[in-house]
């Protein structure tokens, strides 16, 4: 072993100025916590959460599950009775990008307009034309924490035995036979025309 010099690499100098560190997390937890108490107390007793539609997940994987969306479509707010100007105004959150392709999804999220303007409590701004009742109703009432209409909670199906018929069916052939369809459909359109005009010219021959 030859006399060399030990290694003296100085890695640790200013190592704070290099790494991100994390060290306020804990306080900026209870600080969002604060505001979001100190929020809820200065609107009550208005809910928490703007209402926003019930919406399927995309992708075949997930469209099963059900969750919150961005915002009502015009068309489920005519459905309601409303106009997206005054739902904006009543907490509804809107989309005006949004589209409905589905009539179930349609009528289901105008039931879901339906049950809260049941329960909604709207005071004029001008405090003469205040009903007593509304007033009492108003104090009465109780801010609800997250969604104002639950979100439908989808029933279990129960377990069954598989039926004969249902073993016959071959998923994945039914899948590919209507999505090859479905792209071919101007194709086959197409030659269906060529084919009845050349039939024609025939005939006329």
Sequence with gaps: ???????????????DLRV???FNQPGRKLRRRRARVA????????????????VHCPTAKYNRKVRVGRGFTLEELKGAGLSAKYAATVGIAVDYRRRNHSEEALGLNVQRLKAYLAKLIVLP????????????????AAQSAGQ???LPVAAAEEPRAITAEEKKVKAFVTLRQARGMHKSHGLAQKRKAEIT???ANSVKK
């Design 1 to 15: 072993m030859q006399n060399k010099q030990l290694p003296n690499v100085h890695l640790h100098k200013e190592w």
């Design 20 to 22: 991100r560190t994390w």
């Design 39 to 54: 929020k809820a107390a200065k609107i009550a007793p208005r809910p928490t959460e703007l209402l926003r539609p019930a």
């Design 125 to 140: 701004r001008n405090a003469k034309k205040r009903t007593p009742e509304a007033l009492e109703a108003y104090k009465a």
């Design 148 to 150: 104002p209409v639950a």
């Design 197 to 199: 005009e050349r039939k």
